[in-house]
């Protein structure tokens, strides 16, 4: 039995051997091409998102979270809003932020270097104003004049948005008394009085915006000419806020109120790797697809409402929903496998070539450990076939030495560990040791005796 087991069906040590070479060396271009080709996705990303509690910094954590669960680590990095984050952007300080459609102008250098994942939801323009006793509320942005007005905190979207909105209804700044408060501190001086009216573009889940929304002597403006400014400022749309929305059994607000939003986007530096350009969109789409007060079911995200040029992934994923393998896999083995189709296709061609080349590679390596006793063998031939050249009484000796090296052979022979598939080899060589063993014998009985 124990030599029994020297004989298999085939000889792993042989095929390894074979196949070795071949298989390092396509994983040797499979690691070069994963490291070099496209690099992975970086599993660390910053995001700028606003001030404490505003929608900006809400978001921001629902992203964090629902990222963290792909192996991605999203670290928010707060701000005081749009002007904020597009300086981060542009500084490298982050990797990708909120901001605020109509931030940068259509044709501006600052738009340089930076791509839009597209917008995700509405943050219409709120003028809570207080009201006076005796007196109407303003019906036009004309009537701000001499006000003490909060336009928003230094730093966001707001004042530039503000200044846009005053210049198309003929209102210079310096017409207004303004400040540049944060939206908490503006909201107290609103309610003690100091002011006489702030301004917010925020969505309408901030805290603060459904707080002043059920604040007695606090009232919202009515842009009744809200389509008028969405013909004037294309980044602006114009939206309803409905009778009710606010509080049903209140009938809060008692009617509808016309206002104009810009839209939030998500922005990001242009070198931002494409996968991780894919798994922020898909987020967005699970975050801000949902129905609201100011939008329908799937409108959003959307490629619309930005002046900065859609990165070309998010415009992929809106026109045909998220990448195919993406779908059924994990995020890392669905990036793994689209980084490296090409390199896959490549292997696939050369599996036909390798497949003809191991076989016979295979082959030739068990079969020269038989041929290489046939060069044993030849030279014992030789050795004799040189024996007829010197004196016959000299003889003798030189046969009795080639079959003592002959017996030599055959020992080594009957211990080769051979595949059963290769047996006939091996009996071969065994009948062919046997032929020259009897040469020899034959050569020795007409050989002068040894001394």
């Known amino acids: 039995m124990n030599r029994l087991k020297k004989f298999t069906s085939f000889s792993l040590r042989d095929l390894v051997a074979s196949a070795g070479p071949t298989i390092l060396g396509i994983a040797a271009v499979c690691i070069a091409a994963y490291l070099i080709v496209d690099p992975a996705p970086p599993r660390k990303v910053t995001l700028g998102t606003g001030q404490d509690n505003s929608a900006y910094d809400v978001f921001g954590k629902k992203y964090q979270e629902l990222l963290k669960k792909e192996g991605i680590a999203v670290t928010p990095q707060g701000s005081h809003g749009s002007r904020d984050n597009l300086k981060l952007l542009k500084e490298g300080k982050v990797d990708i932020a909120f901001m605020q459609s109509g931030t940068t102008d259509e044709a501006a250098p600052e738009r340089e270097g930076l791509v839009s994942l597209g917008s995700l939801f509405t943050e219409p323009v709120w003028l809570f104003l207080r009201a006076k006793e005796g007196a109407p509320p303003l019906a036009q942005l004309t009537q701000l004049r001499g006000l003490k007005i909060n336009i928003g905190a230094r730093g966001s979207g707001t004042p530039r948005l503000v200044r846009q909105i005053l210049a198309v209804n003929g209102v210079e700044r310096e017409e207004l008394q303004t400040t540049q408060l944060d939206n908490t501190p503006a909201t107290v001086e609103l309610l003690e009085g100091r002011i006489d009216g702030l301004v917010f573009a925020a969505a309408p889940d901030d805290p603060l915006i459904q707080m002043l929304l059920q604040t007695p002597g606090i009232y919202l403006f009515d842009f009744a000419q809200a389509e008028a400014y969405t013909r004037r400022l294309p980044f602006l749309t114009h939206v309803t806020l409905p009778r009710g929305i606010v509080d049903l059994g209140r009938d809060l607000p008692a009617r509808d109120y016309h206002l104009i939003a810009p839209t939030a986007t998500l922005v990001a530096r242009e070198d931002l790797h494409p996968a991780l350009v894919e798994l922020f969109v898909q987020a967005a789409a699970r975050i801000h697809g949902g129905a609201g007060w100011f939008q329908q079911q799937g409108q959003f995200p959307s490629a619309k409402y930005t002046e900065i040029p859609v990165a070309d992934e998010a415009a992929k994923f809106y026109k045909d929903g998220a990448p195919f393998l993406q779908r059924y896999m994990s995020f890392w083995l669905a990036n793994f496998l689209d980084r490296m189709w090409v390199l896959l296709l490549a292997l696939s061609a050369l599996i036909l070539p ?94 002068a005796p040894a001394p």
């Open 354 to 447: 390798l497949s003809k080349i191991v076989p016979p590679l295979y082959v030739w390596r068990v079969r020269s450990r038989i041929y290489r006793w046939y060069g044993q063998l030849r030279t014992v031939e030789g050795a004799i076939e040189d024996a007829v050249e010197v004196a016959p009484e000299e003889r003798g000796p030189i046969y009795a030495e080639q079959l003592v090296r002959l017996n030599e052979i055959e020992e080594r022979v009957n211990h080769l560990s051979i595949p059963l598939s290769f047996a006939d080899d091996l009996y071969g060589l065994r009948s062919h040791v046997h032929f020259v063993r009897q040469r020899i014998e034959g050569l020795m009985g007409t050989a």
